[in-house]
């Protein structure tokens, strides 16, 4: 199911809370804040969508080492004779298995 992305509408045309919500396709937009029952809007926004040349592909996007080592996440990959070497983030260079 996609994710929709919509505001509340303020009387004083202020910015109001933005939220998502997963709803089928075939859904009508809300109209309402599902919890608090105040008028909403709902916000276009570009879908993601993860392909060949995605930002999201493992080897250059969101799993790439860099992005990892940016988000705070230590990577560590398979070595030769057991160990593992570290690709991304904080921590020892390397881990041995005994």
């Known amino acids: 199911m996609p994710t929709y992305v919509y505001q509340v509408i303020t009387d004083d045309d202020t910015e109001g809370e933005v ?17 608090t029952g105040v008028p909403v809007k709902r916000i276009p926004t570009a879908p993601n969508i993860a392909g060949k040349w995605s930002e999201l592909r493992a080897d250059g996007g969101a ?9 705070g ?14 690709k991304a983030g904080a921590g020892p260079n390397v881990i041995h298995p005994d």
């Open 19 to 35: 939220f998502e919500v997963f709803q089928k396709m075939s859904d009508d937009a809300l109209t309402e804040h599902p919890e």
């Open 63 to 71: 799993m790439s080492n860099k992005n990892l080592d940016k988000l």
């Open 73 to 86: 996440f230590t990577k560590y990959e398979k070595a030769g004779d057991g160990h593992y070497e570290k």
